[in-house]
C-alpha cells in the first residue's frame, strides 16, 4: 500500500476532467498519484456512488477532490473507508439531507442562475429529463472570467450539461463531518456566490485560502495555487 495518497480529482458541471489538466501537472511534478475520472452529471446520488466506486478500487489511501457541484459528490462519496481527507475548490459542501439549491438559497443568487439554459434529454422507460448548460454568451463572465477569450470561446461550446435534478436532491451524507477537510474559495466567483463558500468551510471547521481575483474556473487560472491546497492535505493525509 503506498504510503502517499492517490488524488482524484472530480470535476464540476459545465466542463470535463481535461479542466483539471494544470493541477495534474503540478502534482504529477511531485509524483502524487492522480486520478482524474469522468463526472457523469446524471444526479447527485448516481454521481456520487460512481466517485465512491472509482475511490474504493484504488489501492491505499485517497483524497478527494471535488470542484464545484464535484464538492457534492466528495461529500456524499467521501465517507468510503479509504478516503482520509476532502478538499473543496470553488465548491458546495452540503450538509446530510440538505440540497443545493436549500444550500444556496441561504444566499443572494449569483449570476448564473438567470443564464442557465435548458435542454432535454431522453430516459429510458420514462419521459425526457432536462438538464442544463449556462447560456454560452454569459459563460465567460460568470464561469471563467481570467482565463483567456480564446479559451472559453472553446469551453462555452464543449460544455457537460448536469441533470437539473441534481440542484434538488438532498445530499445523504457529509464528510466533511468525519474527515479533515480544505477549502479553496474563488474571491471572483460568479458561478458559486462566494460565501456559499465561505459558509461551508467555517460550518466544517475546514483549513481555508482565499484566492483573490479567481473566477470560478479556478483550476485552469491558477493551478498553482490550487494544487498547493491538494498537496498540503496530501501531506497532512500521508
Given at each position: ?154 469551453l462555452a461550446v464543449t460544455q457537460r450539461p448536469l441533470a437539473a435534478g441534481a440542484f434538488t436532491e438532498a445530499a445523504t451524507a457529509a464528510a466533511w463531518r468525519t474527515k479533515p477537510s480544505w477549502v479553496l ?47 498540503e492535505a496530501v501531506r497532512a493525509t500521508a
Amino acid at each position: 500500500m503506498s504510503a502517499t495518497p492517490t488524488v482524484l480529482l472530480v470535476h464540476g458541471a459545465f466542463a470535463d476532467a481535461g479542466s483539471w489538466s494544470g493541477v495534474v501537472a503540478e502534482l504529477q511534478r511531485d509524483s502524487i498519484p492522480v486520478v482524474a475520472p469522468p463526472n457523469p452529471l446524471r444526479g447527485l446520488a448516481a454521481d456520487a456512488a460512481y466517485i465512491a466506486s472509482v475511490a474504493a478500487q484504488i489501492e491505499g489511501p485517497v483524497v478527494l477532490v471535488g470542484h464545484s457541484y464535484g464538492g457534492a459528490l466528495i461529500s456524499v462519496a467521501g465517507t468510503a473507508e479509504n478516503v482520509v481527507g476532502l478538499v473543496y475548490v470553488a465548491a458546495y459542501l452540503p450538509d446530510e439531507g440538505e440540497s443545493l439549491g436549500e444550500l444556496q438559497g441561504r444566499f443572494p443568487l449569483s449570476a448564473l442562475v438567470s443564464n442557465l439554459k435548458e435542454t432535454t434529454y431522453p430516459v429510458q422507460g420514462g419521459e425526457p429529463a432536462v438538464e442544463v448548460t449556462i447560456a454560452a454568451e454569459a459563460f465567460p463572465g460568470i464561469f471563467a472570467a481570467d482565463v483567456p477569450a480564446e479559451v472559453t470561446q472553446v469551453l462555452a461550446v464543449t460544455q457537460r450539461p448536469l441533470a437539473a435534478g441534481a440542484f434538488t436532491e438532498a445530499a445523504t451524507a457529509a464528510a466533511w463531518r468525519t474527515k479533515p477537510s480544505w477549502v479553496l474559495v474563488a474571491g471572483a466567483d460568479r458561478a458559486i456566490n462566494p460565501d456559499v463558500q465561505r459558509f461551508g468551510a467555517e460550518r466544517a471547521g475546514a483549513k481555508a485560502v482565499e484566492v483573490e481575483g479567481a473566477s470560478h474556473a479556478v483550476a485552469l487560472s491558477r493551478p498553482e495555487e490550487v494544487a498547493a491546497v491538494i498537496r498540503e492535505a496530501v501531506r497532512a493525509t500521508a
